[in-house]
């Protein structure tokens, strides 16, 4: 079993800058692929981005392409969300989430359904 707490949310303007933090705890971090995903208000939980156990592998929602990336410190039981370029449809709450890694099959890191540790979240928010 895994514990995740996320961090770095926080207000920032249009076009600027944030990086969300993910620590795990528990069992070796290198068994999961990792997660982010999102959710605004009324809206379904929605995928943004994945990356495999060694951090070769990664995985984007198009609405985040080129503007956000996800990578990986196995040593510090960590993975991160850059987030660049921010709109005001990325405000969320932001959720990282773990599974026991296993075949990379792109369909299947993008549901929830997937990942059976979820964190408690981090808010986001844009201003236009």
């Known amino acids: 079993q895994v514990q995740l707490v996320e961090s770095g949310g926080g207000l920032v303007q249009a076009g600027g800058s944030l990086r969300l933090s993910c620590q795990a705890s528990?069992?070796?971090?290198?068994?999961?692929?990792m997660a982010w995903f999102r959710q605004a208000p009324g809206k379904e939980r929605e995928f943004v981005a994945a990356?495999?156990?060694?951090?070769?592998?990664?995985e984007y929602v198009d609405s985040v392409k080129g503007r956000f990336t996800i990578s990986r410190d196995n040593a510090k039981n960590t993975v991160y969300l850059q987030m660049n370029s921010l709109k005001f449809e990325d405000t969320a709450v932001y959720y990282c989430?773990?599974?026991?890694?296993?075949?990379?099959?792109?369909?299947?890191?993008?549901?929830?359904?997937?990942?059976?540790?979820w964190g408690q979240g981090t808010q986001v928010t844009v201003s236009s």
């Open positions: 989430a773990a599974k026991i890694r296993g075949p990379w099959i792109g369909r299947q890191q993008a549901r929830p359904a997937s990942y059976a540790y």
């Open positions: 990356i495999g156990w060694s951090g070769g592998t990664t």
């Open positions: 528990g069992r070796t971090f290198s068994s999961y692929d």
